[in-house]
T-cell receptor, first 108, second 114 residues
Protein backbone atom coordinates (compact mmCIF):
# COMPACT_ATOMS: atom_id res chain seq x y z
CA UNK A 1 0.00 0.00 0.00
CA UNK A 2 1.35 3.39 -1.01
CA UNK A 3 1.90 5.75 1.90
CA UNK A 4 0.57 8.82 0.08
CA UNK A 5 -1.86 8.31 -2.77
CA UNK A 6 -3.02 10.71 -5.43
CA UNK A 7 -4.93 10.21 -8.65
CA UNK A 8 -2.42 10.80 -11.43
CA UNK A 9 -4.99 12.51 -13.65
CA UNK A 10 -5.03 14.42 -15.80
CA UNK A 11 -7.79 16.41 -14.18
CA UNK A 12 -9.23 18.72 -16.81
CA UNK A 13 -11.31 21.74 -15.79
CA UNK A 14 -12.50 24.81 -17.72
CA UNK A 15 -11.13 28.22 -16.93
CA UNK A 16 -13.01 29.79 -14.02
CA UNK A 17 -14.10 26.48 -12.50
CA UNK A 18 -13.10 24.97 -9.17
CA UNK A 19 -10.39 22.30 -9.36
CA UNK A 20 -10.46 19.73 -6.57
CA UNK A 21 -7.33 17.68 -5.90
CA UNK A 22 -7.35 14.84 -3.41
CA UNK A 23 -4.79 12.94 -1.38
CA UNK A 24 -5.02 10.06 1.08
CA UNK A 25 -2.31 8.87 3.44
CA UNK A 26 -1.72 5.75 5.46
CA UNK A 27 0.25 6.85 8.53
CA UNK A 28 -2.20 7.88 11.25
CA UNK A 29 0.43 9.76 13.24
CA UNK A 30 1.07 12.20 10.38
CA UNK A 31 1.02 15.77 11.66
CA UNK A 32 2.00 18.02 8.77
CA UNK A 33 0.56 18.24 5.28
CA UNK A 34 1.80 20.17 2.28
CA UNK A 35 0.77 20.92 -1.29
CA UNK A 36 3.43 21.69 -3.87
CA UNK A 37 2.94 22.83 -7.45
CA UNK A 38 5.39 21.61 -10.08
CA UNK A 39 5.46 22.99 -13.59
CA UNK A 40 6.89 20.74 -16.29
CA UNK A 41 10.68 20.65 -16.08
CA UNK A 42 10.77 22.78 -12.92
CA UNK A 43 11.20 22.06 -9.21
CA UNK A 44 8.29 21.85 -6.73
CA UNK A 45 7.04 25.10 -5.24
CA UNK A 46 5.21 25.15 -1.90
CA UNK A 47 1.71 26.58 -2.16
CA UNK A 48 -0.04 25.47 1.03
CA UNK A 49 0.64 23.82 4.36
CA UNK A 50 -1.94 22.62 6.88
CA UNK A 51 -1.52 21.12 10.32
CA UNK A 52 -4.96 20.88 11.95
CA UNK A 53 -8.37 19.59 10.89
CA UNK A 54 -10.53 21.90 8.87
CA UNK A 55 -9.98 24.40 6.09
CA UNK A 56 -7.16 26.82 5.45
CA UNK A 57 -7.56 29.47 2.79
CA UNK A 58 -4.89 31.46 0.96
CA UNK A 59 -6.14 33.51 -1.96
CA UNK A 60 -7.68 31.17 -4.55
CA UNK A 61 -6.36 28.10 -2.73
CA UNK A 62 -8.07 26.20 0.09
CA UNK A 63 -6.53 23.20 1.80
CA UNK A 64 -8.83 20.83 3.67
CA UNK A 65 -7.67 18.27 6.22
CA UNK A 66 -9.60 15.41 7.80
CA UNK A 67 -7.29 13.36 9.99
CA UNK A 68 -10.00 10.87 10.97
CA UNK A 69 -10.46 9.96 7.29
CA UNK A 70 -6.73 10.41 6.53
CA UNK A 71 -7.60 12.72 3.71
CA UNK A 72 -6.27 16.08 2.56
CA UNK A 73 -7.49 18.07 -0.42
CA UNK A 74 -6.67 21.23 -2.32
CA UNK A 75 -9.33 23.39 -3.93
CA UNK A 76 -8.37 25.95 -6.55
CA UNK A 77 -11.11 28.51 -7.20
CA UNK A 78 -11.41 30.47 -10.44
CA UNK A 79 -8.90 28.14 -12.14
CA UNK A 80 -6.62 29.76 -14.68
CA UNK A 81 -4.60 28.20 -17.53
CA UNK A 82 -1.50 29.20 -15.55
CA UNK A 83 -2.61 26.75 -12.84
CA UNK A 84 -1.93 23.88 -15.25
CA UNK A 85 0.78 21.86 -13.51
CA UNK A 86 1.33 18.75 -11.43
CA UNK A 87 0.30 19.09 -7.79
CA UNK A 88 2.22 17.06 -5.24
CA UNK A 89 0.80 16.15 -1.86
CA UNK A 90 3.38 15.62 0.91
CA UNK A 91 2.74 14.20 4.36
CA UNK A 92 5.10 14.26 7.33
CA UNK A 93 5.13 11.80 10.19
CA UNK A 94 8.72 10.90 11.05
CA UNK A 95 9.76 11.91 7.54
CA UNK A 96 8.25 13.71 4.58
CA UNK A 97 6.61 11.41 2.04
CA UNK A 98 5.48 12.64 -1.38
CA UNK A 99 2.67 11.38 -3.53
CA UNK A 100 3.23 10.89 -7.25
CA UNK A 101 1.19 13.98 -8.08
CA UNK A 102 -1.97 14.88 -9.95
CA UNK A 103 -1.68 16.61 -13.29
CA UNK A 104 -4.13 19.49 -13.65
CA UNK A 105 -5.09 20.93 -17.02
CA UNK A 106 -7.11 24.15 -17.15
CA UNK A 107 -8.47 24.86 -20.61
CA UNK A 108 -9.70 28.26 -21.84
CA UNK B 1 18.32 37.11 -2.43
CA UNK B 2 17.91 34.10 -0.15
CA UNK B 3 17.48 30.74 -1.74
CA UNK B 4 18.80 27.39 -2.82
CA UNK B 5 21.02 27.08 -5.86
CA UNK B 6 21.90 23.93 -7.75
CA UNK B 7 24.46 23.49 -10.47
CA UNK B 8 24.78 22.58 -13.18
CA UNK B 9 21.28 22.71 -14.66
CA UNK B 10 22.14 19.82 -16.99
CA UNK B 11 24.86 17.22 -16.48
CA UNK B 12 26.03 14.47 -18.77
CA UNK B 13 27.70 11.38 -17.43
CA UNK B 14 29.76 8.84 -19.31
CA UNK B 15 29.81 5.17 -18.39
CA UNK B 16 31.98 4.50 -15.36
CA UNK B 17 32.28 8.16 -14.44
CA UNK B 18 31.56 9.76 -11.07
CA UNK B 19 29.83 13.13 -11.21
CA UNK B 20 29.08 15.66 -8.48
CA UNK B 21 25.98 17.81 -8.22
CA UNK B 22 26.24 21.04 -6.27
CA UNK B 23 23.67 22.38 -3.79
CA UNK B 24 24.15 25.63 -1.88
CA UNK B 25 21.71 27.51 0.38
CA UNK B 26 21.92 30.88 2.09
CA UNK B 27 18.74 30.50 4.12
CA UNK B 28 20.62 29.48 7.27
CA UNK B 29 18.72 26.19 7.22
CA UNK B 30 20.08 23.35 9.30
CA UNK B 31 18.75 20.39 7.36
CA UNK B 32 19.36 19.57 3.71
CA UNK B 33 18.03 16.81 1.49
CA UNK B 34 18.62 15.16 -1.88
CA UNK B 35 15.75 13.66 -3.87
CA UNK B 36 15.54 11.89 -7.17
CA UNK B 37 12.50 12.28 -9.43
CA UNK B 38 11.71 9.92 -12.29
CA UNK B 39 8.84 10.39 -14.74
CA UNK B 40 5.52 9.30 -13.22
CA UNK B 41 7.05 8.73 -9.82
CA UNK B 42 7.11 10.74 -6.65
CA UNK B 43 10.19 12.19 -5.05
CA UNK B 44 12.46 9.56 -3.55
CA UNK B 45 14.87 10.48 -0.78
CA UNK B 46 18.53 9.72 -1.44
CA UNK B 47 20.36 11.27 1.53
CA UNK B 48 19.69 13.89 4.16
CA UNK B 49 21.70 15.85 6.68
CA UNK B 50 20.33 17.56 9.77
CA UNK B 51 23.58 19.09 10.92
CA UNK B 52 27.10 19.74 9.67
CA UNK B 53 29.36 16.67 9.49
CA UNK B 54 26.42 14.30 9.84
CA UNK B 55 24.19 12.68 7.23
CA UNK B 56 21.89 9.67 6.88
CA UNK B 57 20.87 7.40 4.05
CA UNK B 58 17.44 7.79 2.61
CA UNK B 59 15.39 5.21 0.74
CA UNK B 60 17.61 4.88 -2.33
CA UNK B 61 21.18 5.71 -1.20
CA UNK B 62 22.96 2.93 -3.11
CA UNK B 63 25.29 4.35 -5.76
CA UNK B 64 25.34 7.83 -4.23
CA UNK B 65 27.51 9.62 -1.69
CA UNK B 66 27.32 12.99 0.06
CA UNK B 67 29.29 15.25 2.36
CA UNK B 68 28.29 18.09 4.69
CA UNK B 69 31.41 20.03 5.58
CA UNK B 70 29.64 23.40 5.67
CA UNK B 71 26.13 24.37 6.71
CA UNK B 72 25.53 26.03 3.35
CA UNK B 73 26.64 23.16 1.12
CA UNK B 74 25.49 19.58 0.53
CA UNK B 75 27.02 18.12 -2.66
CA UNK B 76 25.83 14.82 -4.08
CA UNK B 77 28.14 12.45 -5.96
CA UNK B 78 26.60 9.97 -8.36
CA UNK B 79 29.07 7.12 -8.52
CA UNK B 80 29.67 4.57 -11.26
CA UNK B 81 27.86 2.06 -9.04
CA UNK B 82 24.56 3.82 -9.80
CA UNK B 83 23.50 1.93 -12.91
CA UNK B 84 20.45 4.00 -13.78
CA UNK B 85 21.34 7.59 -12.92
CA UNK B 86 19.21 9.39 -15.51
CA UNK B 87 16.75 11.47 -13.48
CA UNK B 88 15.89 14.93 -12.18
CA UNK B 89 17.79 15.60 -8.94
CA UNK B 90 16.34 17.99 -6.41
CA UNK B 91 18.00 19.50 -3.37
CA UNK B 92 15.87 20.83 -0.53
CA UNK B 93 16.45 22.49 2.81
CA UNK B 94 14.47 23.22 5.95
CA UNK B 95 14.78 24.75 9.36
CA UNK B 96 14.58 22.35 12.26
CA UNK B 97 11.21 23.17 13.75
CA UNK B 98 9.49 19.95 14.64
CA UNK B 99 6.38 18.98 12.75
CA UNK B 100 5.89 22.37 11.14
CA UNK B 101 9.20 22.51 9.34
CA UNK B 102 8.74 23.12 5.63
CA UNK B 103 11.00 21.99 2.82
CA UNK B 104 11.98 24.37 0.06
CA UNK B 105 13.51 23.15 -3.18
CA UNK B 106 16.30 24.29 -5.43
CA UNK B 107 15.79 24.48 -9.22
CA UNK B 108 17.11 20.96 -9.84
CA UNK B 109 19.78 19.27 -11.95
CA UNK B 110 18.86 17.00 -14.83
CA UNK B 111 21.38 14.17 -15.20
CA UNK B 112 21.67 12.32 -18.50
CA UNK B 113 23.86 9.39 -19.44
CA UNK B 114 25.86 9.53 -22.67
Amino acid sequence: QKEVEQNSGPLSVPEGAIASLNCTYSDRVSQSFFWYRQYSGKSPELIMSIYSNGDKEDGRFTAQLNKASQYVSLLIRDSQPSDSATYLCAVKADKLIFGTGTRLQVFP
Amino acid sequence: DGGITQSPKYLFRKEGQNVTLSCEQNLNHDAMYWYRQDPGQGLRLIYYSQIVNDFQKGDIAEGYSVSREKKESFPLTVTSAQKNPTAFYLCASTTRGGDQETQYFGPGTRLLVL
